[in-house]
C-alpha cells in the first residue's frame, strides 16, 4: 500500500515528536497529545496510526517507542537512507549544518561543490568533493536522493548528471523545473512562489 | 474571487518566467512555451491564465508584458510587500542573499538576530537589527510577512513577538509547529519531513 504524500510527511511529524520521549523509561504517549504537539486534530493523528496498523491503547496510549520502530517500518527505505548534498554555497552549508545536527534516519554521505576553494574543505565535519567525482561516489554508493542547491543556472545539467548516476529523488532548492524521467521524484521548494503565496493569502480585510 | 493555493504557486512562476522576455521589443508568448519552460501541460496553464481573465490571441500568443501586469494585479497585494527576516544563521543568511538577487514585487525591510555579533553587520546590504526592535519596525513599517529562520527552540516565542506586532503571513523554517490565531498564514518548510517523503517516494521497485 502506498501512503498519501500527507500521511508520510505527518507519519514523519509524528516520529520527530516521539524521539524526544523515547528515552523515558517505558514511554507512552495519547493520540490527543501527538495532536496537540503537532498542532493537528486528534482524529487525524489516530486515522494516520490505524493507517499504518497502530491501535494503541484506550488507557494508555501508545508505547512511544513501539510507535516509532512502527512509523518506521512504514516510511523508511534502505534506498533512502543515504543522499548527497551538490552545492555548498550559504544554503548548502546551513542544509548540512542543520541536517548533521538533526536526529533523522538518513545521513549525508557526501556534499560536493565546483569551486575549488571549498573541495577539500568539511562542512559540518563531511569533507567537501569535486563535481569531478559527484558521478562515482553515487554509484559506488548506491545512493538515490539529492538536495539540490547549486545557482540557478546550473540545476539543469547537475540534475541530468544526478538521474544518469542513478538519483531517484531529487529535493529542489533552486527554481528552475527540472524535465526529468518520470521514475524521479521530485520535491520543488521555491521560496519566491513561497513568498508570494504567503502574500496573496494574509487576510487583507483584517489589516 | 479567491484563486487556489495551487494556482497563486503557478501564476507566481508564470512571471517569473515572463520577467526574462519583458525587454525584448514587443514580446509575446505562446501558452505551450510557458507550459514548457514550466514543466506543465499546456491546458493547465491556459486553464490559469483563463481565471485571472487573460484568454491570449491563437494566433500569436500572450502579450508578455500584459500577462505580468495581470498576474501582479491577481495575486499582489500592497500589504505583502515588505517582509522581515528573523534569524541571521546560514539559513537566514542564505535567504537573505538570494531574495535580494532575485526579481520579485516583495523587498526585505528588515533583518534580525538575538546574536550582538551580528546586529549591525550588513548581510546583502540590509543592516542587521537587534530582535529588541523587532515589534517597533513591524509596527512603524506595516509590515505583515515574515520569514522565520530561528533556532527552533525559539521558534514559539518569536512567532508570539511577530503575531503580536501585527504580522499576518509567516513562512516557517523551524521544525517547530506554531499554534497561532487563525488569521495568521504559515507556510511551514521542514527539510527532514521533506526529505522523508522524497525517500518514501522514490521508486525502489525500479532500484
Known sequence: MTLPKQTVQRLSRYRRLLYKYRYFNDPYIFSHDIARLCNLKPVQVRRD?????????????YKVNELIELISRSIDSKE????????MGKLGQ??????????????ICAVFDIDTHKTGMEFSGIRCRDMSSLRGV??????????LAVPHDFAVSV????T???????????????SLPENVYVHNFDIITTLEEVAYFIPANEI
Chains 1, 2 share one sequence.
Do not use: C, H, P, W
Open 49 to 61: 496510526l490505524m493507517l499504518i496498523g497502530s491501535t494503541g491503547n484506550n488507557r494508555m496510549g
Open 80 to 87: 533512502g537512507e543515504q543522499i548527497v548534498i551538490v552545492g
Open 94 to 107: 546551513a542544509v548540512t549544518d542543520y541536517l548533521s545536527e538533526s536526529e533523522m534516519y538518513q545521513k
Open 138 to 147: 553515487i554509484r559506488e554508493n548506491k545512493i538515490y536522493i539529492a538536495i
Open 159 to 162: 540534475a541530468n548528471i544526478l
Open 164 to 178: 544518469d548516476a542513478g538519483i531517484k529523488g531529487i529535493l529542489n532548492f533552486t527554481s528552475e523545473r527540472l
